[in-house]
């Protein structure tokens, strides 16, 4: 198909988003899923629409330089944590805490951070962040400049809503009450 494997981005929206991180932190860590694919393979960059990284084992690492990576996450989600929910050593790393330990290490990604949205972005960057997207696959995909970035946005109409989440949310939003 004469497809250049150093050239594939992947991305995803809610679960999706989760698949895409979740597979770029099992080919980062060198993990068995990942002995399948060719020697030395990895995404030019991985794009998450309200995604996470789901761990059994407490919070995930990054043994190895992980491809570049574009996070929108709305900071009062409930159905894809923002930060982390936990119990136990069990739980979903959202955007937040990825974009924090990405941001120690010197790794290259890039978080859009939407004040008092909700999973109702999940789907908005596809249509509403073109720009964005473009500059991501142009300058950290494809140029693989270590650029690091946080944006945050701010919409004045709308309301402040609660930020602080909790496991008991999660599983109201995701399976009711």
Do not use: C
């Not at 919070?59 to 929108?72: C, L, S, T």
């Not at 996450?73 to 409930?78: F, T």
């Not at 290490?105 to 109702?120: C, K, L, R, S, V």
Request: aromatic content about 12%; charged content about 25%; overall charge neutral.
């Amino acid at each position: 198909w004469q497809i250049n494997p150093t050239k594939i981005i992947t991305s995803g929206s809610s679960a999706g988003a989760i698949t895409a991180l979740q597979a770029e932190n099992i080919i980062s860590n060198r993990g068995k899923l990942a002995a399948i694919l060719p020697e030395g393979f990895d995404y030019a960059g991985v794009m998450s629409f309200a995604g996470a990284i789901f761990s059994l084992n407490g919070k995930p690492e990054w043994k190895n330089e992980p491809a570049p990576i574009i996070m929108f996450h709305g900071n009062s989600d409930r159905q894809v944590p923002y930060d982390k929910e936990t119990m136990m050593g069990i739980g979903f790393y959202g955007s937040k805490f990825i974009s924090d330990q990405l941001s120690k290490e010197n790794y290259a990604h890039w978080f859009y951070d939407m004040e008092y949205q909700g999973h109702n972005i999940a789907g908005q960057p596809m249509f509403e962040n073109h720009n964005e997207i473009k500059t991501f696959i142009k300058e950290y995909a494809l140029k693989r400049r270590p650029l690091i970035k946080h944006t945050v946005v701010k919409d004045g109409d709308l309301k402040e809503t609660e930020t602080k989440s909790k496991l008991k949310d999660y599983i109201e939003a995701n399976f009711g009450k």
